[in-house]
Each structure stands twice: as C-alpha cells, then as structure tokens.
C-alpha cells in the first residue's frame, strides 16, 4: 500500500522540489504526500479545499494538502475510536513489535524524512537528521517501554480481601503539534500513546504536515491496522475549530499539545468542559547561567548549541544568559568569536550553512520587534539585530544583546528566535532570583564547577529540567516537561506513558 502511495507524488511538489534541490545536487525525497491519512486512507478534504506547504527558505509552495474541517475531523475521531476497540485488546507484545517495525523503517528512510523536515522547517540538514533520529528514538524507546505497562499488587491491610492496580489505555487521543520539532513532536506523543494501547488522531502544525504524513505512511507500511494512527491536516483558519472538536468530542479521552502558553491554556478549559485528561509542552523563558568558577570555553560550547539549534526556535532554547561578573566580558568576547565563526546563514539544503530561516513571516516580525523593544529600552547589539533580507526574507542576523534590563520583552518572554541576550550578575542569590523572576519554568542551564553550588542551585531553580554543564538535555530516557506555565505531565522517559494509561483498582474479597 505504501509503495503505491509512494508513487503518488504531487507532480507539482516534485517540480518545486528538483527545481530546489536540483541547483544543489541533492536528490528529491522520494515521498512526499498530498493526502491525508484517516482510517488507514489516504483521503482529501470532504469540502475539497487544500492549502499550500511553503518553504521558509524562499517562501514557494513545496505543494498542497487537505484543508479538512470539522466534519472531517469528526470522522477522524469516529475511526480512531473504532479502531481502539480491538487495538486495547493487542498484546503488549504486538503492540511492541510494530512499533519496532515503524522504528525500522523510520531509520532505513533517515535521509528522506531529514529532507522534508528541512524542506518545510528550513533547519539544516545536519539538524534534521539529528531530528529524524531523536525522533525516532521515542519509537524504539516505547516500543521497549509497552512491555513493561506493569501493574502492582498491594499488600492488603485485611486477610479477606486481595488488591491489585491495573493499567488500561485511557482510548482515543487527540495530538496536536508544533512545527519546530515536525516529527519528534508527533513521535514522542504517538509513540507512547499506542505503547499504551490508545489509538491517535494528529493535527500536525499548518507549517509541517509533509512530515506528519510521511510518518503515517510509514506507520502503514509498519502494519499498524486501519484507524489507530490518522493524521488530520488543517490550516491556521481551521485549527481552533478542530482543536475544540477534539478537546470536547465524548470520544476522544485525552489531548496532548506542544505548542504556545496561549493556545495550551485554551485547550486545557476546553478540556475541562469532559474532566479530559491533558498533556501540555508549553513555552519556556531558559536561563542558561555562568558562575565564576565555570569552565567558560565549555559554557560557550554550551551555549551555542543551546541558543542556535532550529534558529532559536526550541522551547527549551536558553532565553536568557546570566553570566557573573567576573567572567562576564570573557564569556561575552567568546560568544561573539564563536557567533562570527559558526553561524552561517543559508538554505538548509547546503552543507555549509548553520543557521536557517525562521519559520514563517510572523515568527520573523515578532522576532524583530523583541529586538527593536530592547534596543529602543537602552540594549547594546554587539552582534547583528536585524532582518538578514539579503538572504531571505525570512532570515534573521544572529544577535548578541548586552545592557538588558527586566522592562525590556526579551528579558521576559520566550525569542524563539536567533538573539543571545546577555544579563551580568553579582552573587548565585541574584542568579537565582532573576532565573525564577518568570512565569515559565520549562528548562535552565548552568555551568559551575563548585560542587556545593552545583547542588544548591539545581534544587533552587524553578523549572522542569536542568542542565549542568550541559547545554543540549533531550533524550528519549529522560522525562521532558515543565513547572508553572510550561505546561502539565511528562514526556519521554518511564513516566510518558503515564499520560495515556488509567490506573484501575480491583478488589477481590470475600477471601
Ligand atoms: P505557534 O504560534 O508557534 O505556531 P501554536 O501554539 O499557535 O504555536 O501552534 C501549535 C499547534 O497548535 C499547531 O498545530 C497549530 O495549528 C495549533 N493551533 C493553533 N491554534 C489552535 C487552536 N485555537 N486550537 C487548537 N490548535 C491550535
């Protein structure tokens, strides 16, 4: 099925792509959908209508997909939930085994899945190869992890009565997902929900779908039966329809969202309306500290990696770089080499750029107007600080941002964007204050190497996930999510699957 599928390429699509890749000499993936994927069908919108996939690089359509609706979404849903009524009966090591099939596949086509991502993302390949396999990690990793869904027996406080807990799927998920991680977005999701034995319905975010439907054609050809993974693909007019459809549907059990503080914060009420159970992945505001006694040269590698991965647009990106006094011009003088000789503005698609466009045009503006606030508010721009239009329109200059005070919007709010903002303090006190003075609290960095210091400001910083020493924390092992307004449950890691499983009590007396 999936090799019929394969051959179904939009011609136009192909056109855009080999005029793109052409020019460089790299070779056009070899699968790119134009359908959606609902009840194990690749299917157009009932309406008809489609919306156009554009590539940050240039802003030319890469081709269309379904612009589906309400009532497509609702079939969806009706799909999912017929599916999940033989898919919670599947053995854990059925369910294992092809989610091991998907892994398989997912790496033998590597290099195909990292072309699209770059080609709708805009990240360097290098990146969204690197994407492709923290991606398909979470496969491999649940597909270990749904064997060992495991229950408990309790040691019963009266001799007439034995008690044991249970795990069940909770049933039909909703997951909705952003494009700066277009695949591991959808991977550390769905691939813990169907090691539970839930079945999904994905939104994919309007900027990303060609990643998303190349997964369900690999989940097809996986084996995973009809229903159980449907991807539902929407422009930005239609996603809140769609969102509050699969937040309010009676047969949908959970929703789990990566995405924007303001839209998570949308759907947890709608969610409220069923008591639904939520996931949310939200913003973050990272500080990424330097003590005195840091090793600089390895807080400058840190921070690189940190602060310029996907252009800046990662929710756990450093925001904010406090840095001592001591160290700070050192710290300061080091980035600013390390920024000149790095990062290298171009198509992702070449080899020798670092850096590529920002998602879309809003994203450019927004980032733009956070650096004009700081500026106008007293900020020094040591580096860029402006559009890099003689790239691209959608190109940012790398920015490095000192004298930056609380009034200004970059201190306080999430970039998304490539500007390193550079903050000095006296004491690990002030540190900590100015790292917790935020809603937020996804995830922080520092480096030190007082060892007392280490864990006394491990403790103290208000987040979900810390980096010591260390500028680049994900991993399918460990368990991602944040405190405050970052968001509610955990992903990745044991505790993942916690998010799609009801614990049920049985009690058998009369013993
Ligand atoms: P960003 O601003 O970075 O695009 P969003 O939170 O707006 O982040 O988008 C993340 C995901 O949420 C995307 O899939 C998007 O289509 C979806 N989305 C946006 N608005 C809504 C909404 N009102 N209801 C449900 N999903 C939405």
Redesign the pocket.
Known sequence: MALIRRLQLNTGTVKQFSGILQQREVHLPSFVYDKAYVDGKWVAATSGMTFKVLNPYDGKSLGVVPNMGEEDCKAAIEAAHAAFQEWQNTTAKERSMLLRNWYNLLVKNENELAKIITLEAGKPVKESVGEVQYGHSFVEWFSEEARRINGEVLCSPVKSKEMILIKQPIGVTGL?????FPMAMITRKAGAALAAGCTCVV?????TPLTALALAALAEEAGFPKGVFNIVT?D?DN??A???M??ESPLVAGIS????T???K??YK?CSQGVKRIGLELGGNAPFIVFNTADVDKAVVGAMASKFRNCGQACVSANRFLIQEEVFDKFVAKLTEKMQQELVLGSGITSTSTLGPL?NI??TMKVNKIVEDAVQKGAKVLLGGKQAVNVGERFYEPTLLTNVNDSMTCYKEEI?GPVAVCIKFKSEEEAVSIANDTKRGLAGYFYSNDITQIFRVAKKLSVGMVGINEGMISSAEAAFGGVKESGIGREGSHHGIDEYVYIKYLCFGNL
């Open positions: 909705i997902t952003p494009w700066n939104k994919p975010a309007e900027d929407c930005r996603a809140p769609i969102g509050k699969l937040c969202f990566t995405g924007s303001e839209v998570g949308l759907l709608q998602i809003t994203q998304f």
